[in-house]
T-cell receptor, first 115, second 115 residues
Framework: GAVVSQHPSRVICKSGTSVKIECRSL??????MFWYRQFPKQSLMLMAT?????????EQGVEKDKFLINHASLTLSTLTVTSAHPEDSSFYIC???????????FGQGTRLTVV | AQSVTQLGSHVSVSEGALVLLRCNYS??????LFWYVQYPNQGLQLLLK??????LVKGINGFEAEFKKSETSFHLTKPSAHMSDAAEYFC?????????????FGSGTRLSIRP
């Protein structure tokens, strides 16, 4: 089956630094990927839609300059948390769907801790 | 606007007992509905999906869900709970049949299994 791989699974960074999270579709091409954020004991909140070859579409309230998304190829989308602060600490999950399929495949998630 | 409501943030059942996790949705167009399971610090795994075919949907691990349009519900059930079923469960809705379709998640229900 299709697999979406996310890397790293855990990252700890210092406040003020930037962190890049990768999301790869391993056996299919994904023109669209989605980035979610999940706070402890809460649901997944869609942050942005990553579009291959064009700008990402951000959900209301998500700072596009803080959460940079690059979808440079059909199998890779990256989320960069810039100038990270402790309140950015969260679980970030990406997903991708193959064309003509309604089922989304999710990455394993990335636990970001900003200290 | 589309939304998903999960009733009960925490459900606890005894091993071997019936599992019932409730989900109601709101959508102006026929939705696709999903149940996902999430184990700690992991991504999401699809349990089952409804895509306008049979209203009773069977998924993995013995779970099933019934789509009831009149009640706008998509409750998840399992006849006999197993200890390994303890996890977070998310009901989700999608409006599209393409890779660009957003998924809207419910708030999640944590299932605990008592020995």
């Amino acid at each position: 089956g299709a697999v979406v791989s996310q890397h790293p699974s855990r990252v700890i960074c210092k406040s003020g630094t930037s962190v890049k999270i990768e999301c790869r579709s391993l056996d299919f091409q994904a023109t669209t990927m989605f980035w979610y954020r999940q706070f402890p004991k809460q649901s997944l909140m869609l942050m942005a839609t990553s579009n291959e070859g064009s700008k990402a579409t951000y959900e209301q309230g998500v700072e596009k300059d803080k959460f940079l998304i690059n979808h440079a190829s059909l199998t890779l989308s990256t989320l960069t948390v810039t100038s990270a602060h402790p309140e950015d600490s969260s679980f970030y999950i990406c997903s991708a769907t193959r064309d003509r399929e309604e089922k989304a495949f999710f990455g394993q998630g990335t636990r970001l801790t900003v200290v | 606007a589309q939304s998903v409501t999960q009733l009960g943030s925490h459900v606890s059942v005894s091993e071997g007992a019936l599992v019932l996790l409730r989900c109601n949705y709101s959508s102006s167009v026929p939705p696709y509905l999903f149940w996902y399971v999430q184990y700690p610090n992991q991504g999401l795994q699809l349990l089952l999906k409804y895509t306008s075919a049979a209203t009773l949907v069977k998924g993995i691990n013995g779970f099933e869900a019934e789509f009831k349009k009149s009640e706008t519900s998509f409750h998840l059930t399992k006849p006999s709970a197993h200890m390994s079923d303890a996890a977070e469960y998310f009901c989700a809705l999608s409006l599209g049949y393409s890779s660009a379709s957003k998924i809207i998640f419910g708030s999640g229900t944590r299932l605990s299994i008592r020995p």
